[in-house]
C-alpha cells in the first residue's frame, strides 16, 4: 500500500498548521511543486476552452502565469487556476464592462487589464483568416506579442486541409527571422493534430527552412 498525501505551505494561508515530525519523516520525500510554463500551455492547447490569444498572453508575460499573492482580502491573484477561471469568464462573451469585472476578480485587477488591453491589440492586428487565405501576402507580425498571438492563432487552425498554407507563412517567418516563432507554430500544430505529421504538406514544410529550426534548436516555449 502507497501513501501520497498533499498540501499547502503554511505560507500560503490556507488553514495549514503543520505536520507532525513523526508523521513527517515517515514520508520517503516532500517535494515542492512549482508551476511550468511549457506544461500549462500544452495542458491548455490540448485541454479545449482556452483560447489562443490567452496562451500567447502567457507565452508574452510568463512571470504572470503565477502570482501567488496570499492575502485575508476578498481578491484572486494570478495561478495557474485563476487563469483558467478567466478563459471560463472570457468563453461566456459578456459585455466589456461586465467582463472587466469579472476577470478582475478571478486575476486581479491589474493582470485583467493587461490582458484585455493584449486581447485588443489582437483584435486589431492581421487575423488568422487573412492569413490562411492569402499566406504569400498577409503582413508578417511586427512585435513580439504579435507574433506569440499569430503563431498561437495559427496553431489553433491547424488541421491536414489547412497545414500547407500555415507552413507558407511560417516559412516566411523563418525567412524574415522570426524562426522562433515559426517553429513554436508547427510544435503547437502537432500537439493539437497530430495526424498532420502524415500529410505530404507537413513533410514538404520539414524540409525546408523550418524543419531546419526545429530539428536544430530548442524552443522553449
Known amino acids: 500500500m502507497t501513501f501520497v498525501a498533499a498540501t499547502n505551505r503554511r505560507s500560503d494561508k490556507a488553514g495549514v498548521s503543520g505536520v507532525l515530525e513523526p508523521v513527517k519523516s515517515r514520508f520517503v520525500s516532500i517535494i515542492e511543486l512549482t508551476t511550468d510554463l511549457q506544461e500549462w500551455c500544452n ?9 489562443a490569444t490567452l496562451i500567447a498572453f502567457m507565452r508574452l508575460k ?9 492575502t485575508a482580502d476578498m481578491t484572486n ?5 485563476t487563469w483558467a477561471n478567466l478563459a471560463k469568464i472570457e468563453a461566456l462573451g459578456l459585455p466589456a464592462t461586465i467582463e472587466h469585472e469579472a476577470m478582475s476578480g478571478s486575476v ?4 485583467a487589464t493587461d490582458y484585455l488591453t493584449f486581447r485588443k491589440m489582437c483584435a486589431h492586428m492581421v487575423s488568422a483568416d487573412a492569413i490562411l487565405t492569402d499566406p504569400a501576402n498577409a503582413a508578417l507580425p511586427k512585435t513580439p506579442g504579435e507574433r506569440y498571438a499569430i503563431s ?30 515559426a517553429a513554436l507554430c508547427v510544435r503547437d500544430s502537432l ?4 495526424g498532420i505529421a502524415n500529410t505530404a504538406d507537413y513533410v514538404k514544410l520539414m524540409c ?9 534548436q530548442t524552443i522553449t516555449t
Do not use: C
Open 208 to 216: 525546408g527552412p523550418v524543419g531546419q529550426l526545429i530539428s536544430g
Open 77 to 81: 491573484s494570478p495561478s495557474p487556476r
Open 43 to 51: 495542458w491548455a492547447i490540448k485541454h479545449g476552452g482556452i483560447s
Open 108 to 111: 486581479g485587477e491589474g493582470d
Open 191 to 194: 500537439r493539437r493534430v497530430p
Open 152 to 181: 498561437t492563432a495559427l496553431a489553433a487552425r491547424a488541421n491536414e486541409k489547412t497545414i500547407a498554407r500555415i507552413g507558407h507563412y511560417v516559412t516566411r517567418m523563418a525567412q524574415a527571422d522570426m524562426g522562433e516563432f
Open 62 to 70: 510568463p512571470d504572470r502565469l503565477s502570482a501567488f499573492n496570499p
